[in-house]
C-alpha cells in the first residue's frame, strides 16, 4: 500500500548487500516482511551477489521454492507470502576484471574465490545463467535489435496465457505458471514423447 492505495505496478526491489537476513527475508524483534515479501509478484534484483553475507543468500533458497517465508518466534509463527522473480548480478572477481585487455593480478584464484562465496544449492535454483562480455566500441555502433521490446512481451504473454489455460484444463487450483506447479503436476503436463526421451 501507499498512500492507502493499492499498488498498480509490480514491486521492483534492489537492497544492498549489505543486507541482514530479517532484512531480506523478513523478522526482527516485531516480525515484519522482508525484501523477498515486498517483492511478492515482482523481481528481486539483488546486484554483486557475492558481496552478500553467504548465510543471507541461503536462507533464500526454502523461499525460493515453496513461495512463502516463515518467521517462528516462541509464541507465534507468521507465512508471508514471497513469490518472486530473482535477478543478480555479478563480476567474475573481486578485481571486476575479465573485460577486453583486462586481466586479474591474482589470476584465476580470484575468481574461484569470489564465485565461491554463492553455493551450489542456491545457483540450482536459478534458471538461467548468462555470462555478459564487456561492451566494445564497435558494439556501440551496432544497429538496433530487429526484435524490440512490445515483440518480446508478445511472446511471453502468449507462453502464460498457455500455461494458464493448461492449468485450468487439468483443474489445478492455485496455479497460473510452470514456476507454481508442484513436482507431481510437472510430471504429468511435461512427459517427454519418444524423441524427447532418446535425446535425453
Known amino acids: 500500500l501507499s498512500g492507502g492505495?493499492?499498488?498498480?505496478?509490480?514491486?521492483?526491489?534492489?537492497?544492498?548487500?549489505?543486507?541482514?537476513?530479517?532484512?531480506?527475508?523478513?523478522?526482527?524483534?516485531?516480525?515484519?516482511?522482508?525484501?523477498?515479501?515486498?517483492?511478492?509478484?515482482?523481481?528481486?534484483?539483488?546486484?554483486e551477489l557475492p558481496e552478500f553475507n553467504p548465510a543471507v543468500l541461503d536462507s533464500l533458497r526454502q523461499p525460493l521454492e515453496t513461495g512463502e517465508t516463515v518467521i517462528a518466534?516462541?509464541?507465534?509463527?507468521?507465512?508471508?507470502?514471497?513469490?518472486?522473480?530473482?535477478?543478480?548480478?555479478m563480476?567474475?572477481?573481486?578485481?571486476?576484471?575479465?573485460?577486453p585487455g583486462q586481466s586479474c593480478k591474482r589470476g584465476p584464484r580470484c575468481a574461484a574465490d569470489y564465485q565461491g562465496r554463492v553455493s551450489g544449492p542456491?545457483?540450482?535454483?536459478?534458471?538461467?545463467?548468462?555470462?555478459?562480455?564487456?561492451?566494445?566500441?564497435?558494439?556501440?555502433?551496432?544497429?538496433?535489435?530487429?526484435?524490440?521490446s512490445a515483440e518480446v512481451r508478445g511472446r511471453v504473454t502468449a507462453a502464460r496465457e498457455r500455461q494458464r489455460a493448461r492449468y485450468q484444463a487439468l483443474g489445478v487450483r492455485g496455479v497460473r505458471v510452470n514456476a507454481h506447479a508442484g513436482g507431481q503436476v510437472l510430471d504429468e503436463v511435461a512427459k517427454p514423447?519418444?524423441?524427447?526421451?532418446?535425446?535425453?
Open 73 to 89: 518466534r516462541a509464541n507465534h509463527r507468521i507465512a508471508y507470502p514471497c513469490r518472486f522473480q530473482l535477478i543478480s548480478a
Open 91 to 99: 563480476n567474475p572477481c573481486k578485481c571486476g576484471g575479465g573485460g
Open 193 to 200: 514423447n519418444a524423441d524427447g526421451t532418446a535425446l535425453l
Open 122 to 148: 542456491l545457483l540450482d535454483r536459478m534458471d538461467l545463467h548468462i555470462e555478459v562480455p564487456a561492451v566494445s566500441a564497435a558494439d556501440l555502433v551496432l544497429p538496433p535489435p530487429r526484435e524490440g
Open 5 to 47: 492505495k493499492l499498488a498498480m505496478e509490480r514491486p521492483f526491489r534492489s537492497p544492498h548487500h549489505s543486507a541482514s537476513m530479517a532484512a531480506l527475508v523478513g523478522g526482527g524483534t516485531r516480525p515484519r516482511p522482508g525484501e523477498i515479501s515486498l517483492a511478492h509478484h515482482g523481481v528481486l534484483f539483488l546486484d
